[in-house]
């Protein structure tokens, strides 16, 4: 069983409540604490350090396993204020840009040098860092200054995502939640908006022989935050009923800057909810958009999408073989594209990576595909 103070812990929710008890528990045992860039202190905690066997040099509370799996992944220890923590791989791309450093030769240094790096370059800067102590290692270096970095905790978050679908969107069904060191993320679907925001596209999928995949859809929304850095606070429309969520492109998104409060993030809700029948037209509109190369025209879009390759020559592979020629549509090539998620899924691909692939899908969108419905074939 995964402890929550290895780097590759994650879990998931099967109810709002659950979701909601377990963020709240998360922000009371936090820590979030100032102190100035230059008093950082970095130690390698690789096998070969003395930090490794020596537990009476971390902080009350971290646990022997905390330190072994530090050892295993990043190989870094850090003194916040006299306190010796282990850092978890989340923190890597923050703290070097508190030393304002960066190279893909990093990694490739020993931990003592590497160490050794940071603490001349951290020693040069008076500004203040915001570190994150999370299960029991240090999650994240953010800038001090609040106009850099505003802290909206995760547990407040959802409640006023919560309030707001009880406002606007009364029945919405809470689907799963998931939270891992980097990101939390969670899915709701909206069964009693069906009518009023599929309602014309439902018909026109029944009217173009695709009733089946009519009565599957139903819409629905998916909230994502990080405390790490790695996404803003966002709400992104979704069609749910699929083999998996079918991303459309209607996001708001509230960055963790500018002193960013979590009233701007309920006020943002508005926009989303406002712009879902947009969204929902756009992708009706893919329905009219006619293409003689189907197979062409799938390969250049996923290339100017930067989609995974693998995934998406083995997706391609899939349509050409079920196309069999004739007539297609630009929706049928975004809905055959929603094969890449499920393939990269069946492989175990992290989850910030699945959330990254689905909004450059969702830009599929907006795309003119008469630029991509070429004779030529192409390769990928």
């Not at 908006?193 to 596209?201: A, C, F």
């Amino acid at each position: 069983m995964q402890n929550q103070c290895q780097d590759n812990f994650s879990t998931t929710f099967t109810t709002y409540g659950e979701m909601q008890l377990y963020h709240e528990q998360l922000a009371k045992d936090s820590q979030w604490q100032r102190c100035k860039v230059s008093d950082l202190h970095v130690e390698p905690l690789d096998r070969k350090s003395p930090l490794f066997s020596d537990m009476s040099a971390f902080a009350l509370g971290t646990s022997s396993e905390a330190v072994a799996d530090t050892a295993k992944n990043l190989g870094l220890a850090i003194s916040v204020e006299g306190q010796m923590y282990p850092v978890r791989g989340t923190a890597y791309k923050s703290l070097l840009e508190r030393a304002k450093i960066s190279g893909s030769v990093l990694p490739k240094l020993s931990r003592e040098k590497l160490a050794r790096t940071l603490n001349d370059c951290l020693a040069l800067f008076s500004s203040e860092a915001l570190i994150l102590i999370r299960d029991e290692k240090i999650s994240a270096a953010h800038s001090g200054d609040p106009t850099d970095y505003s802290v909206l905790p995760i547990d407040q978050l959802l409640k006023a995502l919560e309030s707001k679908l009880e406002s606007r969107f009364p029945g919405a069904e809470f689907e799963t939640g998931y939270r891992d060191h980097a990101l939390t993320s969670a899915s709701w679907t909206l069964p009693a908006q069906k009518e009023d925001l599929l309602g014309t596209y439902e018909k026109m999928l029944i009217a173009t022989g695709r009733a089946k995949m009519a009565a599957k859809l139903v819409p629905g929304i998916r909230f994502l935050t990080s405390d790490t850095g790695v996404a803003s606070a966002k709400v992104s429309a979704l069609l749910m009923g699929a083999q998996y969520p079918i991303h459309i492109g209607s996001c708001v998104a509230v960055d963790h800057r500018r002193q960013t409060t979590i009233a701007d993030f309920s006020d943002a809700l508005d926009q989303l909810f406002a712009q879902f029948a947009d969204s929902v037209s756009q992708l009706q509109r893919l329905l009219e958009i006619h293409l003689d190369y189907p197979i062409n025209a799938m390969t250049r879009v996923c290339k100017k999408l930067a989609l995974p390759k693998k995934a998406s020559v083995e997706a391609i592979a899939m349509y050409e073989m079920a196309y069999g020629g004739g007539p297609a549509t630009a929706h049928d090539v975004f809905m055959a594209l929603q094969e890449i998620p499920c393939i990269l899924k069946s492989s175990n691909t992290p989850e910030s990576k699945m959330l990254s692939v689905e909004e450059n899908l969702a830009r599929a969108l907006t795309l003119r595909w008469s630029d991509y419905d070429l004779a030529k074939a192409v390769d990928y």
